[in-house]
């Protein structure tokens, strides 16, 4: 693809303008739910109340992947010596299975 | 010649992001197994254990610093220069540090 | 003026081309001595096969760089004091360039990126009569003079970690060029310039590391550069303009 | 030769200076089908001084300026010695040049407020004439003009040293240049429709001396071994101030700002004592010969600081202003250690510009049908003194115009001619001589050149100095010549380098020697001080030295009033 180093770099950066709220949010949730005492089923009562909860762990999961593949390829390509095409499908694979964990994660919550 | 703050701060942020990368896979598969209650109150149990508490409080540090630290190469990247932007490294520190410490006090208190 | 009372400095000098090894030497200290100055005693005075590079002597032709103690630096205008630790100094050829011979790097994968980066002006009005009127105070072309001032030395080149992780990123002079250049009001082609920095080793390769800062002799800042340049290119390839 | 390396080019530009530079681009401009080499010692744009320029560029552009104003400040400045017709052309070309640089190559020159171009001062002009940009405007000039040369395909010979000029077999005209590859050591001949010389002269044989490290007189040495005229060698031009901080540091005779004078700065003699108003009314601002002259006096007379020179100081003076407006000046000298702001400077005058140089053509043609002459390796532009400014609008003026007249002859009267091979051998042997001579002691030879020149032919000079030192010369050229080099690599081998500039400087020095014994008066940067009236400026005359043999030879011819004679002006 034409340019495709400058196009992951804006999916990275717009993908970590998104993780930034939703770190934030999640990082209150913890917080909140550890100290809280919360027991596991008074959490995902609270997560299944509304589908806003799972939209915004969807949401997280999917900028993750993204963000989280296109980082790792860097560092990889950076810091090692593997840089060739089986690299970026490597990548695209962790990006893939990231997106399935965490999709299954958040189907179990919602 | 990487003896001085911008160069660690992107050390911090690298070696964070790859704590992360490499966290979370784990993170999500014990949550997919929580499929069950039952399952995910076994594993608020485990993680009752001072030890595992240390361990999260890592992460949710390595989190804040990832994430502070990521504004701030944002802010670097899409906003006007700024002379300042030495600061926002300290900022960005203290700010991971101030979660960190939110986090030790509410889940060991 | 000779001053034998100052005593003597061990200078370790590299020797050789990409392999070689470090060679030992002692140089009497001088109250006014340049790393430069070492060198050239070595050169003058001990082994007059030393090979190493400079030009105007002052800081202006970025021709004497080298790695001063693990630090790229202009040898002409960096005092021996200032360098040397308990009576040490360590000299190799600049990193991230392949070494001719001892000090000598060849520059010219330097040059060739500032070129790839389309690190010239391309007229607008080359015939023009009158020298275009351009306020001083002009926001653009602050933002382009502040970053005019290169000697070409290669110090940030040396300094980036990322042009040794990536040999093929632009690296800070290149791109610094470039910014000056999008920012020129006369230039017939800034979006040519722009096109040039977004290509796969371009300008978002960059980290912040900001060693290029640290390092510059003459205190540019080529990470706001970038930081300008990446701005603009992803503006431009949101929009589709690239 | 067998074994030795051999090219072809339609263009052989010698030096990458500004008048390299623009001679490159404006015979492309001119024919892009040509093919342009440039040939540099060190590497392209990065040596010689046009990069070095710190004040500016003269351009008669500003309001109230004329070009007329501007040929009578170059003709008064140089007292009467120029040749006219390539200082009118100079004054005009750089109208022309300075617009280019900036809407063609992209020189970013400063500005007034109200957006157009800035004038500023420089000693010796009746207006405000010299753009510039900030105190750096060779780094601008000549990096614009290499990115532009990188990006046309130019070829490059970088770190190659041309040893001489090698004409054709039947003499006629010239066939090429042969080269030294510094990096390896092995010998190239370049053959060549036209050759360039803009190798930027220097008077890199003085004690104390400005120019870059590169620049040794290969050029003049060169035209000279080739039969042609230099002329006006005698006028060398010194700077009065200059750092001194011992032999052994290359800092020394590097250029402290002369607006350090022009703002109030004091020059101090050993004892801390002000002394200029012994020597001119104006004090520390009189011109620059004056300031250097007195300076030497008083070093003369053992009235000097601890490493032989006087002192510069700007402590009487607002420490926040001298910070401000002499930012670089101050900082570049804390970097190699004195503080000029609070602090006494050791200063001497320092060796900065040869007039002198190669009799050339409007259109840069030499006597050497093939050879062509731009910038400081030429004579007649500047006549007895350069004003400030001048230096970079000559180089930058004629390197254009010689590229253009070298692609019309390459077209017209150009073709590659078989060498002299014989000159070819004898050029190799005479460069490889060191290495079958026991090796000796460079250094000494050196310091003494540099000695010499300083004390017999330097700043304040005599028939009885010029005659000492034009023996002393002789003598060193005898001993050069005897004196060898270890037997080590010649791959990169600097101090091979060093006996090489030794060679032409000492060459060079007698041509300067031998045409400033010839001039019994003062005038501009000469002065005898047997003879220190100015004579006669109606029947000025030229001086022109040629090598015969191994003898330099000296005749005058008158100067030729073609424009403007003395009591007259244009302006
Ligand atoms: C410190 C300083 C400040 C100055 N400030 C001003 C100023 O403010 N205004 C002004 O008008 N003038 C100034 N001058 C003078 C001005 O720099 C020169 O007059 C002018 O630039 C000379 O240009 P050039 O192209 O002839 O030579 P240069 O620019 O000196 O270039 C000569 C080139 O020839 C090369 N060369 C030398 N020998 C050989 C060889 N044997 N083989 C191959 N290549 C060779 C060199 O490496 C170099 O590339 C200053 C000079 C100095 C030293
Ligand atoms: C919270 C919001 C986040 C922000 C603002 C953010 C920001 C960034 C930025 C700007 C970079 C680019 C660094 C560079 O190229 O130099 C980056 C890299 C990276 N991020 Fe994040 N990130 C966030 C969350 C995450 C998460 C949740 C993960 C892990 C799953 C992650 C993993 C990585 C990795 C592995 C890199 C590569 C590191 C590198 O190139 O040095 N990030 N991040
Ligand atoms: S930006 Fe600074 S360090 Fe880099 S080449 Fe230019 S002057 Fe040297
Ligand atoms: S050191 Fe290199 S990573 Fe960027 S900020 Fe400077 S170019
Ligand atoms: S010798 Fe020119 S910058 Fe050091």
């Known amino acids: ?110 | 010649m990487r003896n001085h703050a911008s160069y660690r701060a992107f050390l911090v942020h690298r070696l964070s992001g790859l704590g992360l990368a490499l966290f979370l896979p784990i993170h999500l598969i014990v949550l997919g197994l929580a499929v069950e209650a039952s399952a995910l109150d076994g594993f608020l149990r485990w993680s009752e254990l001072p030890l595992v508490k240390a361990a999260e409080t890592i992460l949710v540090v390595l989190l804040a610093l990832h994430m502070f630290g990521g504004l701030r190469l944002l802010a670097i990247e899409l906003l006007p220069w700024s002379d300042r932007q030495k600061n926002w490294i300290g900022w960005a520190a203290a700010a991971s540090l101030a979660v960190g410490a939110g986090f030790v006090i509410r889940t060991f208190a | 003026m000779t001053n034998a009372s100052l005593g003597t400095l061990k200078v370790e000098i590299w020797r050789g081309a990409e392999e070689g090894d470090f060679e030992t030497f002692e140089v009497p200290s001088q109250p006014s001595q340049t790393v430069l100055d070492l060198v050239t005693y070595v050169q003058r005075k001990l082994d007059p096969s030393l090979a190493y590079r400079f030009a105007c002597r002052v800081g202006v032709c970025g021709s004497c760089a080298m790695t001063v103690n693990g630090t790229p630096r202009w040898t002409c205008r960096t005092h021996v004091q200032k360098v040397a630790s308990s009576g040490r100094v360590r000299i190799e050829p600049l990193r991230n360039l392949p070494i001719l011979k001892d000090l000598a790097t060849d520059m010219a994968p330097f040059f060739d990126k500032g070129q790839e980066a389309l690190g010239r002006f391309v007229p607008s009005d080359a015939r023009a009569s009158e020298v275009a009127t351009i306020p001083p105070d002009d926001p653009k072309r602050k933002e382009a003079n502040a970053a005019i001032e290169c000697i070409g030395c290669g110090v940030c080149y040396s300094a980036c970690d990322v042009v040794s992780w990536q040999p093929d990123y632009l690296g800070p002079a290149a791109l610094n060029r470039a910014w000056t250049l999008v920012n020129d009001v006369r230039d017939g082609d800034r979006q040519g310039h722009l096109k040039a920095v977004a290509e796969d080793a371009g300008c978002h390769a960059c980290h912040g590391h900001q060693n290029c800062v640290e390092h510059c002799p003459v205190g540019l800042n080529p990470t706001r550069s970038i930081a300008g340049l990446k701005r603009l290119v992803v503006m431009a390839a949101l929009k589709g303009e690239l | 030769m067998s074994g030795l390396e051999r090219h072809q080019t339609d263009l052989l530009i010698l030096g990458s200076g500004g008048a390299g530079l623009l001679a490159a681009l404006h015979a492309h401009d001119k024919d892009p089908s040509l093919e342009i080499t440039i040939a540099v010692k060190g590497l392209l744009g990065k040596s010689g001084c046009t990069r070095m320029v710190q004040g500016g560029y003269n351009v008669a552009l500003a309001p109230g300026d004329s070009l007329q104003r501007h040929f009578m400040d170059t003709i008064e400045g140089g007292k009467w010695l120029n040749h006219q017709e390539l200082a009118w052309r100079l004054v005009e070309g750089a109208v022309e040049r300075i617009v280019e640089l900036e809407n063609r190559w992209g020189c970013f020159f400063d500005r007034n407020p109200d957006g157009r171009l800035h004038f500023k001062a420089f000693a010796g002009q009746t207006v405000d004439r010299t753009v510039h940009k900030g105190d750096l405007t060779g780094i601008e000039i000549i990096n614009r003009l290499a990115e532009q040369v990188w990006a046309r395909g130019i070829k490059r010979m970088e770190e190659h040293r041309a040893i001489a000029l090698i004409p054709s077999r039947d003499g006629q005209r010239l066939s090429g240049v042969l080269m030294l590859d510094i990096r390896t050591g092995e010998f190239r001949f370049v053959a060549a429709k036209a050759v360039l010389l803009a190798t930027g002269g220097g008077p890199t044989m003085y004690l104390y001396h400005t120019p870059s490290g590169d620049k040794s007189c290969d050029g003049l040495a060169m035209a000279l071994r080739a039969g042609l005229k230099l002329r006006d060698m005698e006028m060398v031009q010194f700077h009065p101030t200059g750092l001194i901080a011992g032999k052994d540091t290359r800092i020394t005779g590097t250029i402290i700002e002369e607006g350090l004078r022009g703002a109030g700065g004091h020059i101090l003699d050993g004892s801390g004592e002000r002394f200029m108003h012994k020597y001119d009314p104006r004090n520390e601002r009189a011109t620059r010969d004056i300031v250097s002259r007195g300076m030497y006096d008083q070093m003369k007379a053992g009235r000097t600081g601890p490493n032989g020179g006087v002192f510069i100081t700007m402590k009487h003076l607002d420490p926040a202003m001298v910070r401000k407006q002499f930012k670089g000046m101050v900082t570049r000298c804390a970097d190699v250690g004195f503080d000029l702001v609070s602090g006494n400077v050791e200063v001497v005058p320092t060796a900065h510009y040869m007039m002198g140089g190669v009799e050339y053509a409007l259109d840069c043609r030499t006597s050497l049908p093939g050879l062509f002459a731009a910038g400081e390796d030429t004579g007649g532009v500047h006549g007895a003194n350069r004003l400030g400014g001048n230096g970079v609008a000559n180089s930058t003026v004629y390197g254009g115009i010689a590229g253009e007249a070298m692609a019309a002859f390459a077209k017209s009267d150009g073709g590659i001619v078989a060498p002299d091979e014989a000159a070819i051998e004898a050029a190799v042997a005479d460069t490889m001589r060191p290495f079958s001579r026991k090796s000796g002691d460079l250094n000494a030879l050196r310091e003494r050149l540099y000695k010499l020149m300083w004390d017999d032919v330097g700043i304040i000079r005599s028939e009885e100095s010029l005659k000492r030192g034009e023996k002393a010369l002789d003598d060193l050229a005898a001993e050069l010549a005897e004196t060898g080099l270890p037997q080590t690599t010649r791959a990169f081998n600097l101090t091979w380098a060093d006996w090489l500039s030794l060679d032409s400087l000492i060459l060079t020095s007698r041509a300067i020697a031998a045409a400033a014994l010839r001039r019994d008066d003062s005038r501009g940067a000469h002065y005898r001080s047997d003879f220190p009236e100015t004579g006669s400026l109606e029947k000025s005359e030229n001086t022109v030295v040629t090598l015969e043999g191994n003898r330099i030879a000296v005749t005058t011819t008158p100067v030729a009033f073609t424009r403007v004679r003395p009591g007259q002006t244009l302006a």
């Open chain 1, 1 to 110: 693809m034409k340019r495709l180093e400058l196009w992951l770099y804006i999916a990275q950066r717009g993908s970590a303008l998104v993780l930034a709220p939703l770190v934030l949010l999640h990082l209150g949730v913890i917080l909140y739910a550890v100290s809280g005492g919360l027991s596991a089923a008074e959490i995902l009562g609270r997560t299944r109340s509304t589908m806003l909860w799972p939209a915004a762990y969807g949401l997280f999961v999917v900028a993750a992947a993204i963000h989280a593949a296109i980082g790792l390829r860097v560092v990889v390509r950076e810091w090692t010596h593997w840089r060739n095409r089986t690299l970026d499908f490597a990548a695209l694979g962790f990006g893939l299975v990231l997106l399935l964990l965490g999709l299954r994660a958040v189907q179990a919550i919602a």
